[in-house]
């Protein structure tokens, strides 16, 4: 089974940047070929999609909030992929644990329940 790590989070204040880092290693369902994603949980919220990026890192999407302001970028290698956020701009309903998840196959999918890897997630809190 993949292990998912995060790392990065703090605080920082509004308007500022932050970039936070996850690295997958292992297979999943039998396979090195998967998508991987940031979700993220606000206090008192459903987790929600953030940014995902396929396998190859040439194809990402974003969910409507973090457009212009978030970029996804990925780095594959043998048996292990490593994903970046970084978060430009960010505003205090950024505030949440952000989550990097991975999922066997090549769709980035928007619902968490896609995903079979979960990292341990990572606090992010932004003072306005």
């Known amino acids: 089974q993949a292990q998912v790590v995060e790392s990065g989070g703090g605080l920082v204040q509004a308007g500022s940047s932050l970039r936070l880092s996850c690295t997958a290693s292992?297979?999943?369902?039998?396979?090195?070929?998967?998508?991987m994603a940031w979700f993220r949980q606000a206090p008192g919220k459903e987790r929600a999609f953030v940014a995902g990026v396929d396998y190859s890192g040439r194809r990402v999407e974003y969910a409507e909030p973090v457009q212009g302001r978030f970029s996804i970028s990925r780095q594959s290698a043998e048996n292990t992929g490593t994903i970046f956020l970084q978060m430009n701009s960010l505003k205090s309903e950024d505030t949440a644990i952000y989550y990097c998840?991975?999922?066997?196959?090549?769709?980035?999918?928007?619902?968490?329940?896609?995903?079979?890897?979960w990292g341990q997630g990572t606090r992010v809190t932004v003072s306005s």
């Open positions: 998840a991975a999922k066997p196959g090549l769709k980035i999918e928007y619902n968490t329940g896609a995903y079979a890897q």
């Open positions: 292992g297979r999943i369902s039998n396979s090195y070929f998967y998508t």
